[in-house]
């Protein structure tokens, strides 16, 4: 059971570049969601989706787009990067909707745009 | 959405308890309390959840008052690879739509031999 799977583990961009971060989960997990941490913070919310073909917006969305094409996969993209987008980014995913169920995350992309 | 408040940072010795109180004043009814720990390089980690009163696992106890208005983490006689930053999460049970899980900035233990 490999739980969340995210890839790359470590990713380098150019300014203006565009990139998919990868995000699988096999335990048929309705939600998903995306998030970003800084240095020294917690975590924000970036994307999220609790259902094949439905995803809405976290706190911080711009600059980042998502889609839920199957159950398992839940890929975000970076449309043009920025430096301001240097982070690293974990994919989660729970059973349902809702906090009262526990969410297993990945080992997280560390991201670097120069 | 609920807003959680937890203490920055907090220091111990290998073999004491440790408390961390989470406040959450505006927790609505139907909304549970959740506490994550996350070592460095990895994402964060379950480690246990509650509604109210006290929940005890293999890791920790959570207290949750009556007017679960705040709530405490317990670890009992922490060793040194218990050093990480632990979240409390409040979010209710996915009966509203547009449900969003915020995590705070969490509190960063440090434990000390």
Redesign the interface.
Known sequence: NAG?TQTPKFQVLKTGQSMTLQCAQDMNHEYM?W?RQDPG?????IH?S?GAGIT?Q??VPNGYNVSRSTTEDFPLRLLSAAPSQTSVY?C?SSP?????????????TRLTVV | LAKTTQPISMDSYEGQEVNITCSHNNIATN??I?W?QQFP??????II?GYKTKVTNEVASLFIPADRKSSTLSLPRVSLSDTAVY?C???????TG?????????TRLFVKA
């Open positions: 969340v969601s998030y913070m917690g975590l924000r919310l999220y609790v809405d976290g706190e974990f989660a349902r909707q809702g906090a009262s169920y526990g969410y297993t995350f990945g080992s997280g | 909304d549970y959740t994550y390089s990895q994402g964060p980690r379950f959840q979240y999460l409040v979010g209710d049970g996915g009966n547009g449900f969003k899980t915020i995590f705070g900035a969490g």
